[in-house]
């Protein structure tokens, strides 16, 4: 009987376990459905991508850079393709041994081992870092057939930037580099389509026109759909959304005028601006020494980098947009226009000038200590009277100088399409308040205004603002912004559109006022400082001698540049508009430590005159004389513009020397 219970109990015991068994594995079953269910239908479409995703990548497609050109359509900015061997350090596991094997297969100079570990110190680990560009084909295929050797390692086609005129308007075109960390940090607060649009672009403008329009060049970046191997390698491409090319972007600078310009100045420091009065466009933007372009497209090496920046003339200065100078005599003309506009002298008024001007016991003297005796306003600007204007800066004061003159864009930035423009200094006495810290300093003194009204003093700005006020008082008052570009073109559909443009401002300046003081400015090219300059052109035009000083003389000291070092000369500065009845050009140059206006500074406004009116190109001695600083007016027989080759020796050819243009060629 017991051994009959013991056997039922058994058998409940083994029922339980069944039953619980059979529930446990239709427990399994279900979840196993219902993991199936959630797998296979209500998660398809994610678990569908996700193994496309593993099947396939999508590539982004850099755009082709969109073209520069100059008003004329010729090329300043431009692409070229080439192959470059490319390292993805993360994905090497000892960097140095591979470089090393690289080298065997392809020439790895020690310049290229330098410029990729900086750049390995600037990017991620798993960005794709250049070794060597502009392979050739024999090199591709010697690295092809052992690729197998070196993963993370392969070789790209890529676009590279190109500035066939070299160091020809280097500061006006600039140039791309690749994009540094910092950079990267500040693409992270774009909106999010402009940072998907940069997947894909190593490169980005960083000066001039590559900077300022970098929008309109980049273009639209495509996708490329590849299906890929278990190793990531791409086998064949699936789908294809093509990368639209950036715009072409026309400047309104004649690069033929611009490299006239560049070769005169030689090897010697300064800036020219020439703008056309009527619109505001931009003719010529010069800065002088200038650098090549093209030594930052692949990235910069030591040496040039070093000589670039250790270089006392400053290259990399824009001296057209950053450098500012006194304006000296060149103010002059500005300061008349005052006078007349607020009342303070009639055009017939005349000053008496003994040769010095003294305030208190001060004497503030003029130019070679000449009597001139009485002078009116036409005289005073074609003598360039230091007496008169110090006279009639005593009368004005510094306040009311400062607010007739910051409207014609002394002192202010003109929003022209260049990044980094400075201010420059039209002083008043809250300016001074505002810069100096002790209050002792910050006290403005009579005294201090005499030398304002000769363009001395505080007085600096930039040759830009100088030609900005020329253009306007040339277009009789009436104010355009200056600007560098004209219009962008579509590359697809080759539509061309100009670029808005700013409402022009009437200052309201009466036309008998300006038309005296244009009057007196033609008079100092025929019967003033700039007379034997312009000796013979076929047109009229006005112009103002300055020379500004580098360094203070003292009051019982005589200036001899011969005594003194040579950056320590004084500046020749000259400011011009012409023709006389309807101005079409005005533009304002300065040579550094060149000495007086009419030797160094009119005689390169006499050529840029002569190439825009005449169509007229300086011969080879006259070049190098104007170079020089050594011709006034043309010396020979001048050669016809229009029917120069251009560019001089053909595509590529190596620009007019500089002081660097040796050493960084």
């Known amino acids: 009987m017991t051994e009959l219970r013991n056997v039922e109990a058994d058998l409940a015991q083994f029922r339980t376990r069944v039953l619980v068994a059979g529930l446990a594995v239709l427990l399994a079953f279900g979840l196993l459905a219902a993991r199936m269910v959630y797998l296979q239908v209500l998660r398809h479409d994610d678990l569908l991508a996700q193994a496309e995703s593993n099947r396939t990548a999508v590539l982004p497609v850099a755009p082709n850079r969109g073209q520069i ?14 192959y470059t061997l490319e390292i993805t350090p993360s994905k090497v596991d000892d960097l140095n041994a591979t470089i090393e094997a690289l080298g065997a297969l392809v020439a790895i100079e020690a310049r290229d081992k330098r410029r990729f570990h900086k750049l390995l110190e600037e990017s991620r680990s798993f960005d794709s870092l250049p070794l060597r560009t502009r392979l050739s084909d024999e090199e591709v ?93 791409a086998v064949r491409s699936l789908a294809n959304t093509p990368a639209t090319p950036g715009n072409t972007v026309v400047l309104s600078i004649d690069i033929q005028l611009q490299k006239l310009v560049e070769d005169m100045f030689g090897e010697r420091r300064g800036a020219l601006v020439a703008i056309d009065p009527r619109n505001g466009e931009v003719l010529a933007f010069v800065s002088m020494p200038t650098f090549d372009p093209n030594l930052f ?69 003029s130019h070679g200590d000449t009597s001139l ?96 006020a020329m253009a306007i008082l040339a277009n009789g008052g009436i104010k355009h ?68 000083q580098a360094v203070t003389i003292g009051q019982k000291d005589r200036y001899d540049a011969r005594k003194l070092e040579e950056h320590q000369r004084d500046h020749s500065l000259y400011v011009a508009f012409a023709p006389m009845d309807q101005p079409r050009v005005a533009l304002a140059v300065v040579v550094e430590n060149a000495g007086f206006g009419s030797a160094s500074a009119a005689p390169i406004a006499r050529r840029v005159f002569d190439y ?13 004389a104007v170079s020089k600083g050594q011709a006034g007016r043309p010396i020979g027989v001048p050669l016809k513009a229009s029917e120069m080759p251009w560019p001089p020796g053909g595509a590529g050819a190596a620009p007019a020397a500089s002081r660097l243009r040796g050493v960084l060629g």
């Open 69 to 82: 050109l100059d008003r004329h359509g010729r090329v300043l900015a431009t692409n070229y393709s080439a």
């Open 141 to 233: 295929a010697r690295f092809t057939a052992q690729r197998y050797r070196f993963p993370g390692v392969d070789v790209r086609a890529r676009l590279f930037r190109q500035y066939p005129h070299g160091d020809v308007a280097s500061h006006v075109i600039g140039y791309i580099g690749r994009i540094n960390q910092r950079e990267k940090e500040a693409m992270e607060d774009w909106p999010e389509e402009e940072q998907a649009n940069y997947r894909g672009t190593d490169h980005i403008g960083k000066l001039g026109a590559e900077q300022s329009y970098e929008r309109e060049l980049h273009g639209q970046t495509g996708f490329d759909r590849v299906e890929t191997s278990a190793g990531g390698r």
């Open 297 to 365: 497209v692949e990235g910069i090496d030591v040496e040039n980098w070093k000589a670039l920046n250790e270089s006392l003339d400053k290259p990399l200065l824009n001296r057209a947009l950053r450098g500012t100078y006194p304006p000296g005599s060149t103010y002059k003309p500005f300061m008349a226009l005052a006078a007349l506009e607020l009342g303070l002298r009639s055009a017939q008024a005349t000053v008496y000038d003994p040769g010095y001007w003294m305030f208190g016991n001060h004497r503030f003297r």
């Open 373 to 468: 005796g009485a002078v009116d306003l036409r005289r005073s600007i074609v003598k360039s009277s230091n007496t008169y204007y110090y006279s009639l800066a005593n009368e004005m004061g510094v306040d009311a100088m400062h607010d007739f003159m910051a409207p014609l864009g002394f002192g202010q930035i003109t929003g022209i399409d260049l990044k980094g423009e400075v201010r420059g200094v039209l002083p008043n006495q809250e300016w001074k308040r505002r810069t100096f810290k002790r209050p002792e300093q910050q006290k403005w003194y009579a005294g201090e205004t005499i030398s304002l009204g000769i363009g001395q003093g505080y007085n600096s700005f930039t040759m830009l603002q100088l030609a900005h």
């Open 481 to 548: 912004k200056p600007h560098l570009s004209m219009a962008t073109e579509n590359v697809v559909t080759r539509e061309r559109t100009p670029l808005a443009s700013e409402a022009p401002v009437n200052l309201g300046y009466q036309r008998e006022h300006i038309d005296a003081v244009l009057s007196a400015m033609q008079g100092v090219t025929t019967e003033g400082t700039g007379a034997g300059v312009f000796a013979g052109a076929g047109y009229t035009s006005g112009g103002k001698t300055g020379t500004a």
């Open 612 to 624: 825009l009116l005449l169509d007229q190109y300086p011969n080879a001695q006259d070049l190098e």
